[in-house]
Structures are given as structure tokens and as C-alpha cells.
């Protein structure tokens, strides 16, 4: 790669849109580039490197303060890797939990699908789980019933 991207070569070569690089520099993420004569915003490898370490943070679910303590730990390579591994663990859970209820979900889906006997719609027991799902068959407000 060469030493002075442009935004574009550095969103390309990245995956992560322009609007999103520079959201990154203002949150102060990425170190404020170099500019070029024309004051052009001029990327070395150096912000290659860190945008795919957040990309990959990213991409593994962790939130923007996770994200943060990561890039102030990766800046300190002397640092105890502790809250590392204590960020890392705690979206580990954060997954688990997730899963536990995609399961949950799926298991009401597949109750939902095996009920159903195919027909006419006025007969089917998907939609009218639906229908009473949101009339009162949920005690928390956020499912639409109550």
C-alpha cells in the first residue's frame, strides 16, 4: 500500500465508508492524516492499520466504549492486557446471551411453522399467533402487548 491514500483508496481498501473514516478521526479513533499540498487528506499505513483493528472490533460486536478502551490499550503496548481480556470475556457474555435468545426466538418460530397446516390465510395459525401476540399475550410493553 502506499504511504498516502486518499479517503477513497482508504475506504476501498478498508471496506469502511469516507463519512465513516471521518467520524472516526473527529471521535478521535484515527490520528488526523497528513495533508497533501492541495489540503487533501493524505493516509499512511499506520491509519490502514488501525481502521482494520477497528473494522475487526467491529465486526465482533463490541460497542463504541468498548472500542475506544481497545484503541487506548493498543496505543499502550506495555499496558497489563487485563482489561483486554475483561472487554473480551464481557462481549463473549454479551454473545451468549444474544444466542440464548435467538434460540428462543427460533424455537417460537419453529412451534409457529410446525402449527401451521398450510390452507387459506383466514385459517392460518401463524398469523393468528401473530394477531394475539399483540392483543394482551405479553406483559412487556416492548412486544406490543401489555
Known amino acids: 500500500m502506499s504511504a498516502h491514500l486518499s479517503i477513497g483508496d482508504l475506504a476501498r481498501a478498508t471496506g469502511v465508508k469516507p463519512t465513516t473514516i471521518r467520524w472516526y478521526e473527529q471521535e ?6 497528513a495533508r497533501t499540498g492541495g489540503g487533501h487528506r493524505a493516509y ?10 477497528i473494522r475487526h472490533a467491529r465486526e465482533l460486536g463490541f460497542e ?8 487506548d490499550l493498543a496505543d499502550h503496548p506495555d ?6 481480556h475483561a472487554l473480551a470475556t464481557a462481549q463473549i457474555r454479551e454473545i451468549d446471551a444474544r444466542l440464548r435468545r435467538l434460540t428462543a426466538l ?4 419453529d412451534r409457529m411453522a ?4 398450510g390452507g387459506v390465510v383466514g385459517e392460518c395459525r401463524i398469523i393468528e ?7 394482551g399475550h405479553c406483559d412487556d410493553p416492548t412486544h406490543g402487548g401489555g
Not at 499496558?79 to 483486554?84: E, F
Not at 427460533?106 to 418460530?109: G, I, K, P, T, V
Not at 399467533?129 to 392483543?135: E, R, V
Open 44 to 53: 499512511g499505513d499506520a491509519h490502514l492499520r488501525r481502521l482494520g483493528f
Open 114 to 117: 410446525t402449527s401451521c397446516a
Open 129 to 135: 399467533t401473530l394477531a394475539d401476540f399483540g392483543h
Open 28 to 33: 478521535g479513533w484515527l490520528p488526523p492524516p
Open 106 to 109: 427460533r424455537a417460537e418460530l
Open 79 to 84: 499496558a497489563d492486557c487485563g482489561a483486554a
Open 64 to 71: 463504541s466504549e468498548a472500542i475506544r478502551a481497545l484503541l
